[in-house]
């Protein structure tokens, strides 16, 4: 498994930008598909993107609709790193984010239980 760890949570007003990281351990980041969940509170938790690597510069990314053109999936495979640029946010994007790593071997890529490791979350509140 990978350990990761999640940075760059905060307050933001609707509309603005932050940017989220999750760093993670281990030698074989490259090969692990990576994502980006969120809980706001009494709700589940909810597919926000995910991003894996082919190979050279091929990345194939995804998105829930609720943030299709707002945030964008990226990842560092050198630091190794996985980001998530947030921008336009609004209020209904408050919650708890959670980084999280899985193998590519199949199985949809937004479905949590398909992932073996998760970073402890940190908290994004957009204020009105």
């Known amino acids: 498994q990978v350990q990761l760890v999640e940075s760059g949570g905060g307050l933001a007003q609707t509309g603005g930008s932050l940017r989220l990281s999750c760093a993670a351990s281990?030698?074989?980041?490259?090969?692990?598909?990576m994502g980006w969940f969120r809980q706001a509170p009494g709700k589940e938790r909810d597919f926000v993107a995910a991003?894996?690597?082919?190979?050279?510069?091929?990345?194939?990314?995804y998105y829930a609709d609720s943030v299709k053109g707002r945030f964008t999936i990226s990842r560092d495979n050198a630091k190794p790193t996985v980001y998530l640029q947030m921008n336009t946010l609004k209020p209904e994007d408050t919650a708890v984010y959670y980084c999280?790593?899985?193998?590519?071997?199949?199985?949809?890529?937004?479905?949590?239980?398909?992932?073996?490791?998760w970073g402890q979350g940190t908290q994004v509140t957009v204020s009105s």
């Open positions: 991003i894996s690597w082919s190979g050279g510069r091929t990345y194939h990314a």
């Open positions: 281990g030698r074989t980041f490259s090969s692990y598909v």
């Open positions: 999280a790593a899985r193998r590519d071997y199949g199985g949809s890529y937004s479905a949590a239980q398909n992932y073996g490791s």
